[in-house]
Structures are given as C-alpha cells and as structure tokens.
C-alpha cells in the first residue's frame, strides 16, 4: 500500500509539474504573439499617429502664416515673420502657378464690348512632408494628400457683392529652401501693391494653374457662385466662367508683390 500511494504522489507531482510547463508555454506564446503584433502593427500605428501629428501642426501654422501675410498682401504691414516647425519636411518658395482673368467690358466711348485681360504669376509658399504637400497661395492655404485630393485649409480673401468683385493677386517671388527637423521662419516682406479696376463688366473668366487647382474650382464655384467650364489635369489647370449681364458688375484686382525668405 505504501508503494501504491508513493507512486501515485509521484504521478500527481509530475503532472503538476508537466502542467506547469505547459502554462509556462503557453504565457510565453501569448506574450512572442503580443511582442509580434505590436511589432508588426503597433509601431505602424505609432508612427501614422506623429505623422498625422505633424501634418495638423503645419496645417495650424499655415493658417497662422497665411493671416499674417495677408496683412502685407493688402498692405496692413509692411513685413511680417511666422516660425515653421518642421519634422523631416521641406518649407520652399516654389511653383508657377498663375492666374488669368479675362473680362467683357462696356466701352460706353464706342458702344462696344471690349476684352480685357489680367496676367500674373503666383507660386507658392509650401511645406512637403513624404507624399503631403500644405501650400500657402494667393491669400488661401491649401492640403493636399496621397490621394491627390486638396482640401482648403484657409480661405482665400475674395470679396464678391450684387455690383462688386474683387480678386487677389499675390505674387511670391524668391528661391529659398530649407530642409530637415527643427524650427525655419519664413519672412515675408511686401512690395509695391497696384489697384486694377475694370467697370461695366458683363463676363468673368478666371483662369487658375496650380497644384491645388481642384480645390481652386471647388472655392471659385461654391464661394464665388461661378460655372466651372473644364479642369485641365494634364496641366493642372482649372477654367471657370460667369456672366453678371444685363446687370453689369465693376471687377476690382488687388495685385501684391512680396519677396518671402525661408530661414
């Protein structure tokens, strides 16, 4: 009897001890399973969080960038300085965007229509992070994302009323470029502004080349109620069109030069 009750003690034992490496076992797998899937997925995860971080700081500080320089768009200040946060990104003064604007005007002198034709660069004040690009462009600021679609991240400054329109023109001239992590300012310093006013107009045609061209015929459509004629994607171009006849409308452009320095 004795010997019975030995062996089965040592049986019990055993099993305890083979059950206790089992659990062991099984822990182990379960935390090798957790350290994979944080590997495979929770560091991906971290990652998209500091970019999608970074993307909504340099959206906050265009919004910042783009109501200072306004300012010296439209003459308030004569200079104006804004700090940039970069993180593995590039700020630039880049692009040649443009704007074409033809209008119908009455000559009242001949009792005739003429074509009158307004004629600017723009560029861009842009930060590129990866495949992101944020730009600040003629007193608008502007995201867009892998996808290529551009979402408005500031509004441009048009101003439109029953017998009035009036468009910016803002012309960023300069080369400077700056790249890597750490704070740059951009220097914004205004030049001479100019006032072209256009009276009796029947038709508008706004013509918009730049890399934010969608969003552009998004905001000339739903802000400016005008008809979009066609989107040229191989240029990036947007064509838009409006008719203020038999009630004719006076179309003021506000053209401002600045020289803007990334530092």
């Given at each position: 009897m004795g010997y019975m009750e030995s062996s089965l003690n040592d049986l019990k034992y055993?099993?305890?001890?083979?059950?206790?490496?089992?659990?062991?076992?099984?822990?182990?797998?379960?935390?090798?399973?957790?350290?994979?899937?944080?590997?495979?997925?929770?560091?991906?995860?971290?990652?998209?969080?500091?970019?999608?971080?970074?993307?909504?700081?340099?959206?906050?500080?265009?919004?910042?960038?783009?109501?200072?320089i306004n300012k010296v768009a439209f003459g308030s200040s004569p200079s104006q300085s804004v700090e940039i946060k970069l993180h593995e990104s590039t700020t630039a003064v880049t692009g040649t965007s443009s704007i074409i604007v033809d209008m119908r005007v009455w000559n009242s002198s001949t009792g005739t229509v003429d074509t009158e034709s307004f004629d600017r660069q723009l560029r861009v004040i842009e930060n590129r992070y990866q495949e992101r690009s944020i730009g600040y462009e003629n007193t608008g600021?502007?995201?867009?994302?892998?996808?290529?679609?551009?979402?408005?991240?500031?509004?441009?400054?048009?101003?439109?009323?029953?017998?009035?329109?009036?468009?910016?023109?803002?012309?960023?001239?300069?080369?400077?470029?700056?790249?890597?992590?750490?704070?740059?300012?951009?220097?914004?310093?205004?030049?001479?502004?100019?006032?072209?006013?256009?009276?009796?107009?029947?038709?508008?045609?706004?013509?918009?080349?730049?890399?934010?061209?969608?969003g552009w015929g998004r905001f000339l459509n739903e802000t400016l109620g005008m008809r979009i004629t066609s989107y040229d994607t191989a240029n990036n171009t947007v064509f838009a069109s409006k008719q203020y006849s038999p009630d004719n409308i006076d179309v003021v452009i506000v053209y401002s030069p600045m020289r803007v320095t990334i530092q």
């Open positions: 055993s099993e305890e001890a083979v059950s206790e490496v089992v659990d062991f076992s099984i822990t182990m797998g379960i935390m090798l399973l957790a350290i994979a899937i944080i590997g495979t997925a929770g560091f991906p995860l971290v990652e998209y969080m500091q970019e999608a971080q970074h993307t909504e700081n340099i959206k906050q500080s265009f919004t910042v960038l783009t109501s200072n600021a502007w995201a867009k994302y892998e996808r290529e679609k551009v979402v408005m991240v500031s509004k441009p400054n048009f101003a439109v009323s029953a017998n009035l329109l009036m468009i910016p023109a803002v012309m960023v001239s300069g080369s400077s470029s700056v790249s890597g992590t750490g704070l740059v300012r951009v220097v914004c310093d205004g030049g001479v502004p100019s006032v072209h006013r256009y009276q009796n107009v029947s038709m508008v045609n706004i013509t918009i080349g730049s890399e934010y061209y969608d």
